[in-house]
């Protein structure tokens, strides 16, 4: 089978947090979160990335019921780390792969499409970092 992304990718390890919202259109996070996951980047482009997550059982019981309960994919808003600054954006999950291998912790690995305007100052900055790459 073909490639079937529509845009390219650069494999890529950036650190990351995040918090998962109930829906594309929340402005706050769930109640229950206080704090956010952090993981890293597995490969990114302009118009979005993976995140790549090893979960404690906290992050578990979090995530799973709003990833199970949502049709379209939850907001995710994401704190992106690179060249010693950061980049916050809003994205919506595309997929999202829940890995329990044999010894803990779990993986949890989910596409995002980056829902931000080219427009906002943090999109900007993470178009500009990209284009310096060569995405």
């Known amino acids: 089978m073909g490639e079937r992304r529509r845009y390219r ?22 109640p229950s979160q206080d704090q956010k996951i952090s993981g890293e980047t ?8 993976t995140i790549d997550v090893m979960l404690s059982p906290q992050d578990i019981e979090y995530l799973v019921p709003i990833m199970a309960k949502t049709q379209k994919g939850p ?7 690179f060249e010693g600054d950061i980049v916050s954006m809003a994205g919506t999950v595309i997929w999202y792969n829940l890995f329990f291998p044999g010894t803990p912790p ?9 829902i931000e305007p080219d427009s906002n100052p943090s999109k ?5 970092f990209l284009e310096n790459i060569k995405v």
């Open 9 to 30: 990718r650069l494999k890529m390890r950036l650190p990351l947090s995040f918090t998962v919202l109930e829906s594309a259109t929340d402005e706050k996070a769930i």
């Open 42 to 49: 597995y490969d990114i482009s302009t118009e979005g990335l």
């Open 75 to 81: 907001r995710i808003d994401v704190n992106v780390e």
């Open 106 to 114: 779990p993986n949890f690995k989910a596409g995002l499409y980056l």
């Open 124 to 128: 900007q900055k993470w178009n500009d």
